[in-house]
């Protein structure tokens, strides 16, 4: 009995140690919209990013499955905020996209397949369609981030730059 003991707690320990450490965003990745004007580096205020198709009609997430929220609602990128008490360090509810838009989605998210359309909502900027490629994708763990980082090309985890021109 001592020995049946034995051989299970060392088989539980070795199942336990050889398991996989998981990452807190192992199944999401973001989208991430710089927007501003030419020559500043403010971001706009009353901005909407809307993920699109190739035809220019708005993406509904059917089912969660391109985002883990919003499931069966369009695809619209919200802006981070603060999340500091006055007074303290500046913390970002997103940390790595400051002031930008942002839009949480699946890690399988078929970027090249979608555009994201850029409206300025008080009229004074020209709208702007953009596509969108695997590496505008912000890739959150390490071990995705290292497979991205032997391929050659544009780097992800960088913001989708847009300079909105004047009407």
């Known amino acids: 009995m001592k020995n049946l003991f034995s051989f299970v707690f060392l088989l539980f320990s070795f199942i336990s140690f050889s398991q996989i450490q998981h990452c807190g965003f192992d199944f999401t990745s973001y989208l991430v919209v710089d927007v501003h004007e030419n020559g500043k580096t403010v971001n706009l205020d009353n901005i909407k990013i809307t993920v699109v198709d190739k035809e220019g009609k708005e993406v509904i997430n059917t ?76 890739i959150l763990c390490s071990s995705e981030n290292e497979k991205q980082a032997r391929k050659f090309g544009p780097r992800s985890n960088s913001p989708i730059d847009v300079v909105m021109e004047e009407k």
């Open 63 to 138: 089912n969660n499955s391109l985002s883990w929220k919003d499931g069966n609602k369009p695809m619209l990128f919200t802006k981070n905020y603060l999340i500091s008490k006055e007074g303290a360090k500046e913390r970002w509810f997103f940390p790595y996209a400051k002031d930008n838009y942002l839009l949480s989605i699946t890690n399988t998210f078929p970027a090249e397949n979608y555009n994201i359309k850029v409206e300025d909502l008080t009229g004074k900027f020209k709208p702007q369609t953009i596509e969108l490629n695997s590496f505008n994708l912000y």
